[in-house]
């Protein structure tokens, strides 16, 4: 049974450990303790034991959840086995410029194959845009060579 589900508000523990219940003690309380005294129980202290140096400490009030004690060893060595579980999940996540150039290879493959299968849509379309291109680029050349012109006066 875990108290913490009952409930348990980390708000309501006492400042001073006076009634540690440790975990590794609680199947020697009696059930009716457990079960009638829950208003009780709540108020207490559970102390849990830290994975990592097995001694047993009190979590913090905003994490009673807390399965590592906050000796700095211990933290850090969490730390250590947290970020090798989150590489171990996310395995490609420092590869990600590998990752794109690949994307990149990947869309370059796809286009080159739809031009191959499509060849005829690719010609239809050149053929509609032919006319409004040509009139784009004569207007766009007509407006180049008058920028160039401005520039050869003023200079
Ligand atoms: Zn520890």
């Not at 400042?15 to 009716?32: G, T």
């Amino acid at each position: 049974m875990d108290i913490r589900k009952l409930g348990y508000s980390g708000q309501r523990r006492p400042k001073y450990p006076n009634n540690l219940i440790s975990i590794s003690q609680l199947p020697n309380y009696p059930i009716s303790f457990l079960l009638l005294d829950i208003p009780k129980i709540m108020c207490y202290i559970v102390a849990m034991r830290c994975k990592i140096c097995k001694n047993e400490f009190i979590p913090n009030k905003y994490r009673p959840q807390q399965q590592v004690c906050s000796r700095p060893e211990c933290q850090r060595l969490r730390q250590i086995q947290n970020e090798k579980e989150w590489r171990a999940r996310n395995p490609d996540y420092f590869h990600y410029l590998d990752q794109e150039s690949a994307w990149k290879e990947k869309r370059k493959r796809y286009n080159r194959l739809w031009k191959a299968t499509h060849q005829q849509e690719l010609q239809a379309y050149q053929k509609a845009r032919q006319k409004p291109r040509q009139e784009y680029m004569r207007d766009y050349m007509r407006r180049y060579r008058l920028a160039k012109n401005v520039n050869r006066n003023k200079s």
